[in-house]
């Protein structure tokens, strides 16, 4: 599937390189909100943390973050993480960006959601969210597809749903290597499962207190990119990726504090969710990178979906905007889901408004 053979690569990756070399890539959000850049620098001695890392800049006239005479945009590291790639004690460095005048690029949410997390940390916002994408083959077609043609229809009984079998499980390959990227490089990854559209699946990142969430979901996109670019396989997180009958694909955000993990939180659970209806436009406004275009492909009310512009909610109703799952209604505590998300959101704006909203009263 890959277009080179790895094994030569290997030959070379198994080449001794100076005992007091860390290689650090840093990776960073661009000017669409949803791609990733990433660039490789050698540093003398050990990177244990962002603090170990210089401010380094890169050509933001190419990636749609500044102008060609004023083009250099800063990265700052936030948060290390292990390399799988290149492994041993080679590291990651997820990286905001800032322009020329030290304001935050306009695609650097970050920032703004750490201040938030801050204000709100006496309360303990613990987040967990489900990555849903789909994989493409070379022809930019969903992997493993037949030919100018579709699979069996998903219908009611979905044979793509947790399936396992070659008929029905694609690119499986893509999702154990990535599985395992996770868990070596410190992105807190919760599991993982095949959904109701062929090739299209799922893992959950989480539990993550505050800003880490949004952290580890942006590495774990990276990670899972640059997995499948060793398949030969690529990644789309399109929140319709084929229109008709097929699922869309959402990042549900499950989202919980301190007080609604203890005993009765449900009344504080249903006090957010009533919070969280009167301000049902201004968060799908940040459920998607494009202001709530790319939700009204998905949110139709169908594919378990809810509607666009009626807020709702309910215990196991995956056809609402935010569900309370069973066994939280059984417990009388927990935590609610927040099913609005589309797959290509930026976890930092998604998690900083649910906050804003049920934690601050903004
Ligand atoms: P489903 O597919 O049924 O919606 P998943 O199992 O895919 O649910 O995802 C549920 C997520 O909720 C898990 O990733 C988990 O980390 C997260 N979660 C569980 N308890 C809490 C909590 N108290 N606060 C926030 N998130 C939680
Ligand atoms: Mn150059
Ligand atoms: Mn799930
Ligand atoms: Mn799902
Ligand atoms: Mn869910």
């Not at 290597?177 to 299209?200: D, F, I, P």
């Not at 202001?291 to 492909?297: A, F, L, Q």
């Not at 959101?345 to 408004?353: F, G, K, M, Q, S």
Request: hydrophobic letters at 30%; a negative charge; aromatic letters at 10%.
């Amino acid at each position: 599937m890959s277009l080179t053979d790895k094994a030569v690569l290997n030959r070379y990756l198994d080449l001794p390189a100076p005992d007091d070399v860390t290689c650090a890539t840093y990776v960073w959000i661009d000017g669409t909100g949803e791609t990733l850049r990433c660039k490789t620098r050698t540093m003398l001695g050990p990177v244990n943390g962002p603090e170990d890392l210089p401010e380094w800049d890169f050509d933001g006239s190419s990636t749609g973050q500044a102008v060609g005479v004023n083009s250099d945009v800063w990265l700052r590291p936030v948060r290390i993480y292990q390399d799988p790639f290149l492994r041993g004690k080679h590291k990651l460095a997820l990286c905001e960006t800032y322009k020329y005048n030290n304001e935050p690029t306009d695609t650097n949410f970050r920032w703004s959601c750490a201040e938030v997390m801050e204000q709100a940390k006496d309360q303990v916002p613990w987040f967990g969210l489900e990555q849903e994408y789909s994989l493409l083959g070379s022809d930019r077609r969903p992997f493993g597809w037949p030919k100018g043609g579709y699979p069996a229809p998903q219908g009611p009984l979905s044979p793509y749903y947790c399936a396992v079998g070659a008929d029905r499980s694609f690119g499986r390959d893509v999702v154990e290597a990535h599985y395992r990227a996770c868990l070596y490089s410190g992105v807190k990854v919760a599991g993982t499962n095949a959904e109701v559209m062929a090739t299209q699946w799922e893992y959950q990142v989480g539990i993550c207190e505050g800003i880490e969430l949004g952290d580890d979901l942006w590495m774990s996109r990276y990670l899972l990119h640059r997995v499948a670019e060793d398949f030969g396989i690529s990644v789309t997180l399109d929140p319709k990726p084929v229109p008709g009958n097929w699922n869309g694909a959402g990042c549900h955000a499950n989202f919980s504090t301190k007080v609604m993990r203890e005993d009765d939180g449900i009344k504080e659970i249903e006090k957010a969710i009533a919070k969280l209806s009167e301000n049902h436009a201004a968060h799908l406004k940040v459920y998607d990178p494009k202001g709530g275009k790319d939700n009204e492909r998905r949110l139709t009310g169908l594919h378990e979906t809810s509607s666009l512009t009626d807020f709702s909610s309910g215990v196991a109703n995956r056809g609402a905007s935010i569900r309370i799952s069973r066994a939280c209604a059984k417990a009388g505590k927990g935590y609610l889901e927040d099913r609005r998300p589309a797959s290509n959101c930026d976890p930092y704006r998604v998690t900083e408004i649910i906050v804003r909203t049920t934690c601050l009263n903004d």
